[in-house]
């Protein structure tokens, strides 16, 4: 069965960074774009990022661009996200998430916390 | 950017009523509309894509529909386990958007 486990979140102060990283089985990672999506506490989800199945191409959230670097290992089943120059509104829960061919995102992780405090 | 807006924010319904949410996009997207269900406390579930197809093994009392700018999710008969956040999500082009969410309550 498809899972994804995600691994990197903890407390960082601003300004630091942190790497995310998500591990994938039971599907072919690496036919499959992939997406980071968070969920600050007690609100709604944002998009943060997209990368396609070779990693040839990349989107992100304005509100992450420069400061966000999204990659992928295809002989490792892995996605990670390097998050630098850290702000207090990066405080959320991190899900990675597969892209269904079909449209949306269909398998998600249980996410990780990241908190951004001095 | 084109921006996800969702009606109403919340809404308190009786088990067995029709419930429908709205999803309005600021441009066209076609159908490139996904639903999806949060759970509290758990992650979310993609219910809905391409504004009307039911994800393999979502109950048949939901339902999309809408092309274009104006889309709608229905819960046919309202079920205890259907108390959730539902969230829009445009996926035609990036950056993608989700909708802010709406909160649906058993009264």
């Known amino acids: 069965q498809v899972q994804l486990v995600e691994s990197g979140g903890g407390l960082v102060k601003p300004g630091g960074s942190l790497r995310l990283s998500c591990a994938a089985s039971?599907?072919?990672?690496?036919?499959?774009?992939m997406s980071w999506i968070r969920q600050a506490p007690g609100k709604g989800l944002e998009w943060v990022s997209y990368?396609?199945?070779?990693?040839?191409?990349?989107h992100y959230a304005d509100s992450v661009k420069g400061r966000f670097t999204v990659s992928r290992d295809n002989a490792k089943n892995s996605l990670y996200l390097q998050m630098n120059s850290l702000r207090a509104e990066d405080t959320a829960v991190y899900y990675c998430?597969?892209?269904?061919?079909?449209?949306?995102?269909?398998?998600w992780g249980q996410g990780t916390l990241v908190t951004v405090s001095s | 950017d084109i921006q996800m807006t969702q009606s109403p924010s919340s809404l308190s319904a009786s088990v067995g009523d029709r419930v429908t949410i709205t999803c309005r996009a600021s441009?066209?997207?076609?159908?490139?509309l996904a639903w999806y269900q949060q759970n509290p406390g758990k992650v979310p579930k993609l219910l809905i894509y391409?504004?009307?197809t039911l994800q393999s093994g979502v109950p048949s009392r939901f339902s999309g529909s809408g092309s274009g700018t104006d889309f709608t999710l229905t819960i046919s008969s309202l079920q205890p386990e259907d108390v959730a956040t539902y969230y829009c999500?445009?996926?035609?082009?990036?950056?993608?958007?989700f909708g802010g969410g709406t909160k649906v309550e058993i009264k």
């Open positions: 039971g599907f072919t990672f690496s036919d499959y774009y």
């Open positions: 441009q066209a997207i076609t159908n490139y």
């Open positions: 391409a504004a009307s």
């Open positions: 990368i396609t199945s070779s990693g040839g191409t990349i």
């Open positions: 999500q445009r996926y035609n082009s990036a950056p993608l958007a």
């Open positions: 998430a597969r892209n269904s061919p079909h449209g949306g995102t269909d398998y």
